[in-house]
């Protein structure tokens, strides 16, 4: 029997709410229809899910590989599935443009975030379209673009936060264990073969090649394209709710308006590919 779902875009640029289907309990037919959505509109909504921690996992597993982080696989473990904790003792940390974790050489093509405690105000998330960010560029910049490469890093902040939790016994170890990745600036998507302008303004270190002033001003400029609020869709939490998105054409940040109320989320990622240029697969 065939899933009816009903798939309602919400904006003109990506991002659709689904309903008719029930995660928990989703079979073959219904992950068709919800890849299919995924593919089409980016990220995903659906309400009153409420998804135990099974439920995800075994969600997550049909995109692929369940991601383990990597500095908690450098030590040995094997959790995909993580909370994110925001509190008056834990501020939030993830509200700047970025997709998830480009400082390794194949970050996660797909996450899914589940809403266990929402407060009162605030705390919504926004994504960003990357297949429209490289869309609205013109063809003399698409066509230099697309023979630069940028290096993602995990940033200053980053370690920064990690020796205020876990001190700075293993640092040393784990920047040299994790020194970053270079990723083409444009990115082919291997399933939908659109190309999209891979900037992970969290994350983005450099331009290969350039000098230091040139690349400074270019990162700048290119974190600069997902402000555009054509390029972009914003969800107000409620719990119980999935957000699914694909990491390879999406930036998304996790506005920090509700501190210091508290919000917690529980989030996994699937295993990716190598971002790749690829001409041959773009659509006639």
């Known amino acids: 029997m ?44 659906l309400r009153d899910q409420h998804l135990t921690d099974e439920g995800q996992l075994n969600l997550a597993t049909r995109f692929g590989t369940p991601s383990v982080y990597p500095i908690s696989k450098h030590f040995g473990g094997t959790q995909a599935l993580h ?6 003792d834990s501020p939030p940390d993830a509200d700047g443009w970025h997709t998830d974790i480009t400082w390794i050489p194949t970050p996660p093509k797909v996450a899914i975030l589940c809403a266990l405690e929402i407060p009162p105000y605030g705390g919504d998330t926004m994504w960003a379209d990357l297949y429209g960010a490289y869309e609205r560029l013109s063809g003399p910049l698409r066509d230099a673009f697309a023979r630069l490469q940028v290096r993602h890093t995990q940033g200053p902040e980053f370690w920064e936060r990690f020796t205020r939790i876990a001190g700075t016994e293993h640092l040393d170890e784990l920047q040299t264990a994790f020194p970053g990745a270079v ?26 090649g350039m000098h230091p002033d040139e690349s400074a001003w270019l990162v700048s400029w290119l974190r600069a394209r997902v402000d555009d609020p054509n390029v972009q869709v914003r969800w107000r939490w409620q719990v119980g709710d999935v957000a699914i998105w694909d990491e390879r054409c999406t930036n998304h940040r996790a506005l920090s308006d509700h501190y210091p109320q ?23």
């Open 2 to 45: 065939r899933t009816r779902a009903d798939v309602q875009r919400c904006t003109g640029a990506l991002g659709a709410v689904v309903d008719g289907i029930e995660l928990e309990s989703i079979d073959d037919d219904g992950f068709r229809v919800l890849h299919d959505a995924l593919m089409e509109h980016q990220v995903l909504f």
């Open 83 to 88: 909370e994110i904790v925001d509190n008056p």
């Open 183 to 208: 990723h083409p600036l444009v990115r082919t998507h291997p399933v939908t073969g659109r190309n999209a302008l891979f900037v992970s303004g969290m994350f983005m270190d450099s331009v290969v």
């Open 262 to 284: 508290d919000r917690r989320m529980r989030r996994c990622t699937i295993d990716g590919e190598a971002p790749a240029f690829t001409p041959s697969l773009a659509p006639a």
